[in-house]
């Protein structure tokens, strides 16, 4: 299993909202800018995602995204799910046949391990994220980089 740019990339988006979501919700355009993503590639994710229920979007000027649920309700697999980037690592995409029409012989351990890998990323929420040691100075650092104000900074 490899997981594409699909799959970081709506992580880390999804992670921006988290870390940016207040009273106002949050533009693609600032996602792109702070996060180095192309525009159209996010307006691509977002509406994978919106169709999945994880985001909602505000329409008309202040508009932008939320998150459709709280972020600990939102698992990292359920993103990379969302925007259909595979946590399966075998060659037959989980089906019991190779490509030659026969089961391969490792075939039960692959299926393993992306269970676990899924078990794993579905484990682990937006907001059990968010928590990490360093992620929130990573974003004030990039909010800086980009004159972009953190909320946490507009209390201070």
């Given at each position: 299993?490899k997981l594409s740019t699909k799959g970081r990339y709506a992580v880390t988006a999804m992670m921006d909202l988290v870390l940016h979501e207040g009273?106002?919700?949050?533009?693609?355009?600032?996602?792109?800018?702070?996060?180095?993503?192309?525009?159209?590639?996010?307006?691509?994710?977002?509406?994978?995602?919106?169709?999945?229920?994880?985001?909602?979007?505000?329409?008309?000027?202040?508009?932008?995204?939320?998150?459709?649920?709280?972020?600990?309700?939102?698992?990292?697999?359920?993103?990379?799910?969302?925007?259909?980037?595979?946590?399966?690592?075998?060659?037959?995409?989980?089906?019991?046949?190779?490509?030659?029409?026969?089961?391969?012989?490792?075939?039960?351990?692959?299926?393993?391990?992306?269970?676990?890998?899924?078990?794993?990323?579905?484990?682990?929420?937006?907001?059990?994220?968010?928590a990490r040691p360093g992620v929130m100075e990573a974003a004030v650092r990039q909010d800086a980089g980009t004159r972009r104000r953190h909320p946490?900074?507009?209390?201070?």
């Amino acid at each position: 299993m490899k997981l594409s740019t699909k799959g970081r990339y709506a992580v880390t988006a999804m992670m921006d909202l988290v870390l940016h979501e207040g009273e106002v919700p949050v533009t693609l355009a600032e996602i792109s800018q702070s996060q180095g993503i192309s525009l159209s590639y996010l307006e691509q994710l977002f509406a994978r995602l919106r169709r999945a229920g994880l985001v909602s979007g505000v329409r008309g000027p202040g508009g932008g995204y939320r998150l459709a649920r709280a972020a600990a309700e939102i698992s990292v697999g359920a993103i990379i799910e969302a925007v259909d980037d595979s946590l399966d690592v075998t060659r037959c995409r989980g089906r019991r046949e190779s490509r030659v029409g026969d089961r391969c012989l490792t075939h039960d351990l692959w299926c393993e391990i992306s269970c676990e890998i899924r078990g794993f990323l579905s484990g682990i929420s937006l907001a059990d994220l968010a928590a990490r040691p360093g992620v929130m100075e990573a974003a004030v650092r990039q909010d800086a980089g980009t004159r972009r104000r953190h909320p946490l900074t507009l209390h201070s």
